[in-house]
């Protein structure tokens, strides 16, 4: 672990503090997460997990006051959403968004094509997509029946959920961001989401996963494990970490004076 | 980062128009003003017999009796209509083009550049157009292949000099010369159109399509099209429309008038794409327009598509009297206004036959300062038993400064009706941008994907290559609305 310190991580945050309509949330997060490496983000809530995620996905109602975000070692948060989408960060959304009319497979071809022009690969066509979107179909265990309907349009939240991972297969992102993905499902829906981002998991591939609950990591097992309080990264460990959290409840750490910044991995 | 949805929006309005070029003509036109003189000028200028004169005659001094209109939603200053020319038409080189080789090419010229190859044999397969320049029909495709088969389509005037019956037979049958203002202006000085008659159990083999096109400056446009379709016939009729970008405004006042008699079927659809005026409002058409469709006989059905994406003003009302049994009447629409256009347009479905359905989808989508009333009425007459109406009316609304509006009306007077209305008003959500976004899609791919899928009810009644038209259309009017 020791050399982990001089490798360039994928994704490093540095005093990122961000706030929203005035009120700050971050106050000060530093975070580096390695290719192939799953780190895992609790919190209680309003600690600023999610905001975490949607200021790195470059939603516009979070600003961003103080520190740096690299990519790859690009500025982050010099991209439009559009930009940080094609250079390969992906966040699974806690509440995926219905657009009626169009269908599933049109609004992922769209996608998958400006991320393919962004990388200077060629347009797909139709039956080359299709053989894709099949594939993947099996790889996440999506139903064929939701790949025609329109974007998440009357799907359960288990099957929104599901589609997250699908369109996450599909465009193959360097960095996934899987913002509260268990939050309203069952044990099953949940079983079926985390099988999907197992098989997706591999040595390029770096995964944040936000999370209120424990339970989610019994599943997408993480590497290292995160507590955010009051935005801050107040702990931080390896999995065991969540296990403690679980029994002990986050008033354990809430009022807890941050610690010295912590290196990944400590 | 500070791409804010506002700075999108606010941009929606600056696209530009891309058919607003002049075609230099030689043109004739009509001193401006409105009086009988002028109306047996233009008569004597189409030749036409006396009974059509007359009808003129009869609704011009009906009109004099009229007043304008206002209780559409929609506001303009008043329309002088004295100062309005009432034809114009290219000058015919002799006796007035035979065939495509006597089109002046210049105006050939003109609809190759709007897209609309007039030679037959670089014509869209399965599409029949009739051109409209102005106040004259310039030339008719594919007017052989379809008389073969009985089909009459040609230009109103050659339609009152050789098929007299038929013009006097309905004419007038669907909207009267005593309709409303507009329509009996235009019954007064209508200059051309298309004719089309199907005759029994005819399936018209192409589509059939105008294209309409005002160049002349300070001229109106007053056409007047009539489509019938004989028992067990089915024809497809589309328009569409265009003009150069002209400070000020252009009225276009048309009628249009449908047929179906017992089993026949009318789809009629329409592209509307007029100049509508620049971002401060100024110049643009004034597209006030009576369409009616007369379901005559039983099982007979009308359909209304109707994409209107141009004009300053539009005011209509594509509108179906079911009065065979059974007969069916359908219309769906959208309407997109942005800048500062402003549309109030809906439909009318007027039931009398027993079992008549009818069908209403409209969408609006309201931008910039745009301006989108729905006014539909929904009539069941007591002797329509049976009858049954769906009314869907959706408004999408971009940006903060435009305004969506409905107006339904429903008169019931039959206990057995059954009626539903659904009626829905959204905002193009910045969170479903930012969802594209994240997907990788750029906000102006986004705003044009969801609009295309709030519309597709709608895309998908139109014939193949003008939904493909229609969407491009929409995308070409969305752009430049993000920043």
């Known amino acids: 672990m020791s050399d982990r310190e001089n490798e360039t991580a994928m994704l490093e945050i540095k005093n990122l503090h961000a706030s929203v309509e005035g009120n700050e949330i971050l106050r000060g997060i530093d975070l580096k997460i390695g290719s192939g490496e799953v780190h895992a983000i609790m919190g209680p809530n309003g600690s600023g997990k999610s905001t975490l995620a949607r200021v790195l996905a470059g939603q516009e109602?979070?600003?961003?006051?103080?520190?740096?975000?690299?990519?790859?070692?690009?500025?982050?948060?010099?991209?439009?959403?559009?930009?940080?989408a094609r250079e390969g960060v992906f966040m699974a959304f806690q509440y995926p968004v219905e657009i009626p009319g169009v269908s599933n497979t049109y609004f992922l071809k769209a996608a998958l094509n400006a991320v393919r022009k962004h990388r200077g690969l060629p347009e797909m066509d139709?039956?080359?997509?299709?053989?894709?979107?099949?594939?993947?179909?099996?790889?996440?265990?999506?139903?064929?029946?939701?790949?025609?309907?329109?974007?998440?349009?009357?799907?359960?939240?288990?099957?929104?959920?599901?589609n997250e991972i699908f369109h996450m297969a599909v465009l193959e992102p360097r960095l996934c961001v899987l913002d509260e993905t268990d939050s309203g499902l069952d044990i099953?829906?949940?079983?079926?989401?985390?099988d999907g981002v197992n098989v997706l998991r591999n040595k390029d591939r770096g995964f944040l996963v936000i999370t209120h609950y424990q339970r989610l990591l019994n599943y997408i097992v993480p590497d290292y494990v995160h507590v955010l309080v009051d935005g801050r990264i107040v702990r931080s460990g390896g999995k065991e970490l969540a296990l403690e959290l679980e029994e002990k409840g986050y008033s354990w750490l809430e009022g807890m004076a941050p610690e010295r910044p912590v290196p990944v991995g400590a | 980062m500070q791409t804010t949805e506002t700075n999108t929006i606010e941009q929606f309005a600056t696209q530009e128009y891309k058919f607003g070029f002049v075609t230099e003509v030689e043109q004739e036109t009509f001193p401006p003003?409105?009086?009988?003189?002028?109306?047996?000028?233009?008569?004597?200028?189409?030749?036409?017999?006396?009974?059509?004169?007359?009808?003129?005659?009869?609704?011009?001094?009906?009109?004099?009796?009229?007043?304008?209109?206002?209780?559409?939603?929609?506001?303009?200053?008043?329309?002088?209509?004295?100062?309005?020319?009432?034809?114009?038409?290219?000058k015919p080189k002799g006796?007035?083009?035979?065939?495509?080789?006597?089109?002046?090419?210049?105006?050939?010229?003109?609809?190759?550049?709007?897209?609309?190859?007039?030679?037959?044999?670089?014509?869209?397969?399965?599409?029949?157009?009739?051109?409209?320049?102005d106040s004259v029909s310039v030339a008719t495709t594919f007017k052989g292949k379809l008389a073969e088969m009985g089909i009459i389509f040609c230009s109103f005037s050659e339609a009152v000099r050789n098929h007299p019956e038929l013009v006097q037979q309905y004419m007038g049958s669907v909207v009267p010369y005593t309709d409303n203002f507009y329509a009996t202006l235009n019954s007064?000085?209508?200059s051309d159109g298309s004719f089309v008659y199907v005759p029994k159990g005819v399936r018209c083999p192409m589509e059939l399509s105008t294209y309409f096109r005002i160049n002349a400056r300070n001229t109106g446009q007053f056409e007047r099209t009539l489509i019938v379709a004989d028992e067990g016939a089915y024809v497809s009729y589309l328009e569409g429309c265009t003009a150069p970008m002209r400070d000020e405004n252009q009225l276009h006042a048309a009628v249009v008038e449908l047929v179906a008699l017992k089993d026949a079927t009318i789809k009629?659809?329409?592209?509307?794409?007029?100049?509508?005026?620049?971002?401060?409002?100024?110049?643009?058409?004034?597209?006030?327009?009576?369409?009616?469709?007369?379901?005559?006989?039983?099982?007979?059905?009308?359909?209304?598509?109707?994409?209107?994406?141009?004009?300053?003003?539009?005011?209509?009302?594509?509108?179906?009297?079911?009065?065979?049994?059974?007969?069916?009447?359908?219309?769906?629409?959208?309407?997109?206004?942005?800048?500062?256009?402003?549309?109030?347009?809906?439909?009318?479905?007027?039931?009398?036959?027993?079992?008549?359905k009818s069908n209403i989808v409209s969408k609006g989508i309201s931008a910039g300062e745009g301006q989108n009333t729905y006014?539909?009425?929904?009539?069941?007459?007591?002797?329509?038993?049976?009858?049954?109406?769906?009314?869907?009316?959706?408004?999408?609304?971009?940006?903060?400064?435009?305004?969506?509006?409905?107006?339904?009306?429903?008169?019931?007077?039959?206990?057995?009706?059954?009626m539903e209305h659904e009626a829905t008003t959204s905002k193009i959500g910045e969170d479903q941008i930012f969802y594209c976004n994240q997907r990788g899609i750029s906000t102006e791919d986004a705003v044009s994907m969801i609009v295309s899928g709030f519309c597709k009810e709608v895309f998908r009644e139109l014939p193949m290559e003008f939904a493909v038209e229609a969407q491009k259309l929409l995308a070409v009017n969305l752009e430049g609305s993000v920043g």
């Open chain 2, 268 to 356: 009629y659809s329409t592209v509307q794409n007029w100049y509508p005026g620049d971002e401060q409002g100024r110049g643009g058409i004034y597209n006030f327009v009576t369409k009616r469709g007369k379901c005559e006989g039983a099982n007979s059905k009308i359909s209304w598509t109707q994409v209107e994406t141009g004009s300053a003003i539009t005011w209509k009302y594509p509108s179906v009297i079911l009065k065979g049994d059974h007969s069916t009447g359908e219309f769906y629409s959208v309407a997109l206004t942005k800048g500062r256009q402003q549309a109030d347009t809906g439909t009318k479905m007027i039931h009398i036959g027993k079992n008549t």
């Open chain 1, 188 to 194: 099953d829906a949940l079983r079926v989401v985390a």
């Open chain 2, 375 to 418: 006014r539909g009425a929904v009539r069941i007459l007591k002797g329509a038993d049976g009858a049954r109406n769906f009314s869907q009316c959706d408004s999408m609304l971009i940006g903060d400064k435009c305004g969506a509006h409905t107006f339904p009306y429903i008169d019931v007077q039959n206990p057995t009706a059954r």
């Open chain 2, 95 to 133: 006796s007035g083009p035979k065939s495509l080789d006597e089109v002046d090419p210049e105006i050939l010229k003109t609809y190759e550049k709007l897209g609309i190859p007039l030679h037959e044999r670089e014509m869209l397969a399965g599409v029949a157009v009739d051109a409209v320049f």
């Open chain 2, 33 to 90: 003003g409105l009086n009988e003189d002028i109306i047996r000028m233009l008569s004597a200028k189409k030749e036409e017999p006396a009974w059509m004169l007359e009808w003129r005659l009869k609704a011009y001094r009906h009109w004099l009796t009229m007043e304008e209109p206002t209780w559409a939603n929609i506001h303009y200053a008043p329309i002088d209509f004295q100062s309005i020319a009432y034809y114009a038409g290219p």
């Open chain 1, 126 to 162: 139709a039956l080359e997509f299709l053989k894709l979107v099949r594939e993947k179909m099996k790889l996440v265990q999506m139903e064929e029946s939701l790949l025609n309907r329109p974007v998440n349009e009357g799907f359960s939240g288990g099957e929104k959920k599901r």
């Open chain 2, 188 to 190: 007064a000085v209508f």
């Open chain 1, 61 to 84: 109602d979070y600003e961003v006051t103080d520190g740096q975000v690299l990519f790859d070692g690009k500025d982050l948060l010099e991209m439009d959403p559009e930009e940080r």
